[in-house]
């Protein structure tokens, strides 16, 4: 089955600071690629996502970028502000069935 | 509001005891899932269901035991809870099958087995 792991599983910013999150994934079948944020006490919310037609997307402060070769896909943060603490999941799936599996996590601490 | 609502919110009981946890959407979706999360965080898929049949069991035990009585709920009862089971329980809900759907994912319901 799919495997995703995550790096780091921690990571302290300066406010202003460019945070960056790095997954690897090892089944070459996944087409999806998800990223959801976890706050303190609540669900993970999907913040950007990425198919694997296309190699970087995006959204004002985020972005993610997909390397389908290496099997590894990342997200960016620019402008790091406190409001950005959080539990970060990256996750991969298949286009054939509806499995999402989930990286490790990383927490991410935004020093204002 | 639209949403994935789950209750209770949290839920402390004893070892052995039979509980249930419960989750509604009415965002229109037909496929609806349970993610346990454990203390480190790590998010696992236990079930999916699809218009109300099973599609996704990840080697969950036969202790616990979803229940979908319609496509906008589905339900989780856990027989002889054992302490292992102490974790967040997260519902989810997306819009098709193909493999591509945005999940929204509910609250959670903390469970905390003594």
């Known amino acids: 089955g799919e495997n995703v792991e995550q790096h780091p599983s921690t990571l302290s910013v300066q406010e202003g600071d460019s945070a960056v999150i790095k997954c690897t994934y090892s089944d070459s079948a996944s087409n999806y690629f998800p990223w959801y944020k976890q706050e303190l006490g609540k669900g993970p919310q999907l913040i950007i996502d990425i198919r694997s037609n296309v190699g970087e997307k995006k959204d004002q402060r985020i972005a993610v970028t997909l390397n389908k070769t290496a099997k590894h896909f990342s997200l960016h943060i620019t402008e790091t502000q406190p409001e950005d603490s959080a539990v970060y999941f990256c996750a991969a799936r298949k286009a054939a069935g509806n499995k999402l599996t989930f990286g490790g996590g990383t927490r991410v601490l935004v020093k204002p | 509001d639209t949403a994935v609502s789950q209750t209770p919110k949290y839920l402390v009981t004893q070892m052995g005891n039979d509980k249930s946890i419960k989750c509604e959407q009415n965002?229109?979706?037909?496929?609806m899932y349970w993610y346990k999360q454990d203390s480190k965080k790590f998010l696992k898929i236990m079930f999916s269901?699809?218009?109300?049949?099973?599609?996704i069991n990840e080697t969950v035990p036969n202790r616990f035991s979803p229940k979908s009585p319609d496509k906008a709920h589905l339900n989780l009862h856990i027989n002889s809870l054992e302490l292992g089971d102490s974790a967040v329980y997260f519902c989810?809900?997306?819009?098709?099958?193909?493999?591509?759907?945005?999940?929204?994912f509910g609250p959670g319901t903390r469970l905390l087995v003594l």
């Open positions: 965002l229109g979706h037909d496929t």
């Open positions: 989810a809900s997306s819009q098709g099958t193909s493999g591509k759907e945005t999940q929204y």
């Open positions: 269901y699809n218009n109300k049949e099973l599609i």
